[in-house]
């Protein structure tokens, strides 16, 4: 199984990116994703999930309103669309998948997804 995150980029304050990450492997068609990010001397921070199904999505409170996570029709891309990046957006991006479906108050935590992309880098500069 294999999970690649793409995308990344150094951009200025107030643009936007588009993240995807492609999963490979097996199916993740009943699979809840997720992304994750690090900034430099950070622990790793709960930025968006979203169910196998795309039709329940969640997000961080820092990226709310600015952030959009999506899932392809095939159920093994997923995107993450960043809107209004603040230099504090600055972090490795890890996108991440469970093996199946995750309760609602444990979709945030990083140890109910199985499988790690192995991080695109986004810098915002003010």
């Known amino acids: 199984v294999q999970l690649q995150a793409s995308g990344g980029g150094s951009v200025e304050a107030g643009d936007s990116l588009r993240l995807s990450c492609v999963a490979s492997?097996?199916?993740?068609?009943?699979?809840?994703m997720g992304w994750f990010r690090q900034a430099p001397g950070k622990g790793r921070e709960f930025v968006a999930y979203?169910?196998?199904?795309?039709?329940?999505?969640l997000y961080g409170d820092s990226v709310k309103g600015r952030f959009t996570i999506s899932r392809e029709k095939d159920k093994n891309t997923m995107s993450l669309q960043m809107n209004s990046l603040k230099p504090e957006d600055t972090a490795v991006y890890f996108c991440?998948?469970?093996?199946?479906?995750?309760?609602?108050?444990?979709?945030?935590?990083?140890?109910?997804?199985?499988?790690w992309g192995q991080g695109t880098q986004v810098t915002v500069s003010s």
């Open positions: 979203s169910r196998w199904s795309g039709t329940s999505t």
């Open positions: 492997g097996r199916s993740f068609k009943n699979s809840d």
């Open positions: 991440a998948a469970a093996k199946g479906q995750i309760i609602l108050t444990q979709r945030t935590e990083e140890n109910q997804y199985i499988w």
